[in-house]
């Protein structure tokens, strides 16, 4: 259109060749304590926060075409130390490499109930298990709902969750209540360097319409302020 301005153009061609890992900074260039930034083959973020009594992962990425991000994630914090996997929503590059999470000890992995349907899915399809009551009983042992309001304490930080359906109807923030650091996927926005500016709505039921998600994120900003 005459007159517009191209202010982003998505480019995921040049992606990592395995899953990549730097210190992790707030918006204003401070290091988060015992924080991590990773981000996978296909250039998605996802984040840890190594807390003095467990761990937090923030997503899980893709197939990281280097290796295995379990593998990564456990260089950082160790094999041994308890891991709370928070999932923001079902985008298959965000719940893609949870199979490895699994089973690994002293691990419980969360989603929201509306986005569970999509990860139970893509487990089921990794793992090659039929859509049986046993295959049910095993995911719920392991995988958790998390909703608005639920808290995370893994020492020295807490994180809340706040509920911004509108990307997916499941999608969850987590607030750090100490520091006000504000972890959001895809809540809001995009969470790629290369797509500043831009909301992704997924076209799958229960859909969100746009008029909704304005509401939802003038609530979110009403919580934060």
Known sequence: KEGAKIVAVSDVSGGLSETYVTPLLDCYGVPVPGGYWLRDSDNTNFFLIHGDDCALLYDTGFFAEGGSVRVRVEELIGRDTPLKLVISHNGPDHIQMVWEFLERPATQIYINNRDRFMLEKELRNRLNLEDTEQTSAYFAAHIFPVSEGDQFDIGGAIFKALEVPGHTAGSIALLDTMSGNLFAADCIGSNRLNQH?????????????????????????????
């Open 197 to 225: 500016d831009s909301v992704w709505m997924w076209h799958i039921v229960p859909r969100i319409p746009m008029d909704d998600y304005l509401s939802v994120l003038r609530i979110l900003q009403g919580k934060l302020s």
